[in-house]
């Protein structure tokens, strides 16, 4: 793959695999209402469609899983209009599970130079988390709206989700910015153009998550949620941002 698609590939499937994980969780809990599963289901399905439309070049096996996880995706949407739970978490799990496949064949296709297979589908696989935790939780920030009994506890988990997997994501990008070699920089080679970037994409959104989760009370809630869900637009804005140039760091260092 051509590094820019190759990134944007990345992204995408890690978008509709982490959407797809934080449908599940939301899902399991049984706390949260049928529109916002749906509404997760339909962005998980969109980005795995838009995933598979890259694996044109890629890997063996890069392609099948791909299309396994964009199969079980649907079906998962599907059964939301039906009832079937059982059935539909059953699917949705193992669309996890081909999604997960999918991002470590594309990790040991195309490691980084620097961090190998192993530790590049970690880096992947807690991208993932957070893209799903982050943007499905400012999705469901906006359902305490039309649902305001809601519980918060759904929302409490995935800025909890989002959080865990931004602390994992600093240590790989600490190693981007301390032990990275100049000659294989993204960007400037310039300190302060790291520096910034690393607070920009792990500090500075895991402050935010953790002010939006603080804003998750129960009651009284106040307008407590809707300044949760407008810190969540940050967190979301910055995650989706980080996943596009991390993934592009990992493919060149």
Request: proline content about 5%; some cysteine; charged content about 10%.
């Amino acid at each position: 793959m051509i590094p820019l698609f190759a990134s944007l590939y990345a992204a995408l499937l890690q978008f509709a695999v982490g959407s797809l994980f934080a449908a599940l969780v939301s899902d399991s809990g049984g706390k949260v209402t049928p529109g916002f599963l749906r509404q997760a289901a339909v962005a998980a399905l969109f980005g795995a469609f838009l995933a598979w439309t890259l694996t044109g070049r890629s890997a063996p096996g890069e392609g099948e899983s791909a299309l396994a996880l964009l199969l079980l995706t649907a079906v998962y949407t599907v059964l939301q209009f039906t009832g079937q739970r059982t059935a539909r978490l059953r699917l949705g799990w193992l669309g996890v599970l081909a999604g997960a496949v999918a991002i470590v064949l594309a990790a040991f296709a195309r490691p980084s130079p620097s961090l190998g297979p192993l530790l590049t589908g970690l880096a992947s696989v807690s991208s993932a988390v957070a893209l799903g935790a982050s943007v499905m939780a400012l999705v469901l920030g906006h359902w305490y709206l039309v649902t305001p009994r809601l519980s918060a506890v759904p929302l409490r988990l995935l800025c909890d989700l989002a959080i865990v997997s931004l602390i994992a994501l600093t240590g790989f990008a600490l190693w981007y910015v301390m032990e990275r070699p100049a000659a294989t920089a993204f960007g400037p080679d310039i300190a302060a153009f790291r520096w910034s970037g690393f607070v920009a994409v792990t500090l500075f959104p895991i402050g935010v998550t953790i002010a939006a989760r603080l804003c998750c009370q129960e009651w009284p809630r106040g307008r407590a949620i809707q300044a949760a869900t407008g810190l969540l637009y940050i967190t979301a804005a910055m995650v989706l941002a980080g996943a596009l140039a991390g993934n592009m760091v990992l493919l060149t260092g």
